[in-house]
């Protein structure tokens, strides 16, 4: 497991650099290079031949012409400020396509592949969060984004206390987990669900462990669904809140 969390953070260590995948050259970036996108497929950053149509998707990004011209970005290349999220993923998760610092995964949410019937990717992350003035239990709960026909919570496999520690979080570099700390069982699967009187001012990891896909398959374009992730404490109290993505390639 351990090592599993050292690749994640690898993948989250772009953040440095202002991307959202461990690629620092991706398709659909300015400069060109054709490869694997942020988001995970092996499209070319442009077509040979454009269209004008609005509801053609010369990129392929799974956003339509018409929606990259009235945004303002480029419809022929899948990542145009080159933060290594795609536009289609920048739009859906309402954050900037044109500010290389303004992505999902730099406001410390979570972006998984999740190819049908194939292994996610990554296939853990890191979700550091620090408690309040008070010690308290921490767990985590998660809720499907109702707006569309598909439970995505069914690809989340777990979201478990990481006991061990040492792992700096994401979003504050310098800032360690705790490790040590006690933990609960709660449904005696062996995995631990919660921590158990956390001190004040504590930052604990949790480990977000992305199921496999077994039930949404590619359609003709890429497609993305979410669940929104709350840490609360004594089972009562939403402490933070995160956002999971999962992109379906086609």
Known sequence: MLKEIVLALA??????????????????TADGDADTDADGDADADTDTETSTDPDDDNDGDGLPNGIEEEIGTNPNIIDTDGDGCSDFMEWFAGTDPLDPSSNPIAEGDFIFREPYAFDPQPAVSVLAVTTGDATAD????????????EDASALVDRISPNAEGGIEDPLHPGTFCAGGLATADDDDDSIPDRFVAVPPGTTVCFDVVPASNQTIQPSSAPQIFKVFLDVIADEATPIDSRTIYFYVPN
């Open 11 to 28: 993948l989250l260590a772009a953040l440095a650099l202002g991307g959202c995948s461990s690629e620092s050259d991706g398709p659909g």
């Open 138 to 149: 921490l767990s985590t709960a998660v809720t499907d984004d109702t707006t569309d026909d």
